[in-house]
T-cell receptor, first 114, second 109 residues
Framework: GENVEQHPSTLSVQEGDSAVIKCTYS??????FPWYKQELGKRPQLIID?????GEKKDQRIAVTLNKTAKHFSLHITETQPEDSAVYFC?????????????FGKGTMLLVSP | DTAVSQTPKYLVTQMGNDKSIKCEQN?????MYWYKQDSKKFLKIMFS???????INETVPNRFSPKSPDKAHLNLHINSLELGDSAVYFC????????FGPGTRLTVL
């Protein structure tokens, strides 16, 4: 089955700095890669996703890059703000399999200090 | 107006009891899921249902029994609760992007 590794497990930055979270996956058939943000005591919320036919996707201050050859993808947050503090999860899935589901990384706790 | 809802939000019970968690989605999705999030925040799939049929059962003890009366509902019944069942349980729906419910924090004493 799929295995997703996520690094770092914790990340502390100053407000205004950039933050990068990296994930690797094992199944070359995976072709859908979402990122979720989970604030304390809340539900995971989808913030951005990318499919394998695209190398990069941006949405305001967040961007995701995908390297299919190396089987890794990254989340980039620019101009971080205290409200970006949360746990971020990457995930991977093979959308061509009807019996697959999302496999999540173990999460990165991002702390943005004012 | 909540897209994916679950009840109850908190559940505190004694070991050995049986309890149920209900989930409903109004997004029109065919596929629904149950996830378990342990104390280390790790999100693990438990079950996946598509159009009321079980698609995925990820090595979950048979004390856990999901039931889908219709496409919009996926309930989770747990028999003979154990201390290790304490966790936050999330329902989700969606065929591609998945949308999570607010979670049910289960505490087994």
């Amino acid at each position: 089955g799929e295995n997703v590794e996520q690094h770092p497990s914790t990340l502390s930055v100053q407000e205004g700095d950039s933050a990068v979270i990296k994930c690797t996956y094992s199944d070359s058939a995976s072709n859908y890669f979402p990122w979720y943000k989970q604030e304390l005591g809340k539900r995971p919320q989808l913030i951005i996703d990318i499919r394998s036919n695209v190398g990069e996707k941006k949405d305001q201050r967040i961007a995701v890059t995908l390297n299919k050859t190396a089987k890794h993808f990254s989340l980039h947050i620019t101009e971080t703000q205290p409200e970006d503090s949360a746990v971020y999860f990457c995930a991977a899935r093979n959308m061509n399999s009807g019996y697959s589901t999302l496999t999540f990384g173990k999460g990165t706790m991002l702390l943005v200090s004012p | 107006d909540t897209a994916v809802s679950q009840t109850p939000k908190y559940l505190v019970t004694q070991m050995g009891n049986d309890k149920s968690i209900k989930c409903e989605q109004n997004l029109g999705h065919d596929t629904m899921y149950w996830y378990k999030q342990d104390s280390k925040k790790f999100l693990k799939i438990m079950f996946s249902y598509n159009n009321k049929e079980l698609i995925i059962n990820e090595t979950v003890p048979n004390r856990f029994s999901p039931k889908s009366p219709d496409k919009a509902h996926l309930n989770l019944h747990i028999n003979s609760l154990e201390l290790g069942d304490s966790a936050v349980y999330f329902c989700a729906s969606g065929s591609v992007a998945q949308y999570f419910g607010p979670g049910t924090r289960l505490t087994v004493l």
